[in-house]
């Protein structure tokens, strides 16, 4: 199957797409992934105990470096690049069924995607959370405690355990907003997988989900994938020069 033909023909002809976007559509905008070879558990292994649910509980040392790590996050300084705005380019032109993001960093938002699109998936490193009575608090108020000097922060309301508002290994994906995410992969006639290894379930399975109610299947990642066989079309291309040209497909302006 010749793919940038396919996709020609293909692209005008979708109504509703679906996008699942991993750590790769955000490289561009400086903030490295987690599993490629520059990423961040790849260069630092040990720093995978800071997204495990047990040890970031039972270990307050894992706590304060996770604490550090918040503070030092490239994110705060990022900003979305040209992959980022072409999805929201696609929500504008009434084309985009939703939008779910493996990230954490609400690059997606801030292009210009709509929340009611977003479903932050493994939720968002913007908010801070209470293990013990949820209360949910803006990031930057408890780095500034950081920032203080208090090394890790208890809940203002409580004094209980903080962490992001992200879903740590072990913990549970919020059912809700799985819900979501299935039903938007169920309902779209494209699903477009960009930026992810689609090697961490449940998210890889939507393309599954996408497939099997009749959704065409296409992949930008620079690394293979266990659902590549099951594409109508692979691009190993970049994602910042890639999804721009796809969205002009899409419109039918594209090359």
């Known amino acids: 199957m010749d793919a ?4 020609a023909e293909l692209l005008p002809k979708v109504a509703a797409i679906t996008v699942l976007t991993g750590a790769g559509i955000s490289t561009d905008s400086g903030i490295p992934d987690f ?31 996770a604490w550090r790590s918040r503070r030092d ?3 705060w300084d990022a900003e979305p690049n040209a992959a980022h705005a072409a999805l929201a380019e696609l929500e504008r032109a009434g084309r985009l069924r939703a939008l779910i993001t493996q990230n954490i960093d609400g690059l997606h938002q801030r292009a210009g995607s709509s929340a009611a699109k977003v479903i932050e998936i493994h939720g968002t490193v913007r ?26 922060p208890p809940c203002a309301g409580c004094g209980g355990v903080q962490k992001s508002a992200t879903i740590s290994f072990g913990q549970a994906l919020d059912r809700d907003v799985l819900d979501a995410a299935i039903a938007a992969a169920r309902s779209c006639d494209l699903f477009l997988a960009v930026g992810t290894s689609l090697t ?4 890889a399975g939507l393309c599954l989900e ?12 620079a690394e293979e994938t266990p659902y590549d066989g099951l594409a109508d ?4 291309r970049p994602i910042g020069e890639t999804l721009p040209r796809l969205a002009g497909l899409a419109f039918g302006t594209g090359p």
């Open 210 to 221: 996408a497939i099997d109610h009749g959704a065409r299947l296409v992949i930008i990642n």
């Open 35 to 65: 599993r490629g070879p520059q990423g961040v558990w790849t260069k630092d292994p040990a720093a995978e105990a800071m997204s495990t649910i047990g040890a970031y509980l039972a270990d307050p040392e894992v706590r304060r470096r």
């Open 233 to 236: 079309a692979v691009l190993r």
């Open 73 to 75: 996050n490239p994110v």
């Open 4 to 7: 940038p033909l396919t996709l």
């Open 127 to 152: 908010d801070a959370v209470c293990l013990s009575c949820d209360l949910r608090t803006p990031m930057p108020e408890v780095l500034a405690r950081v920032d203080a000097g208090e090394d890790d």
């Open 200 to 203: 961490v379930q449940p998210a």
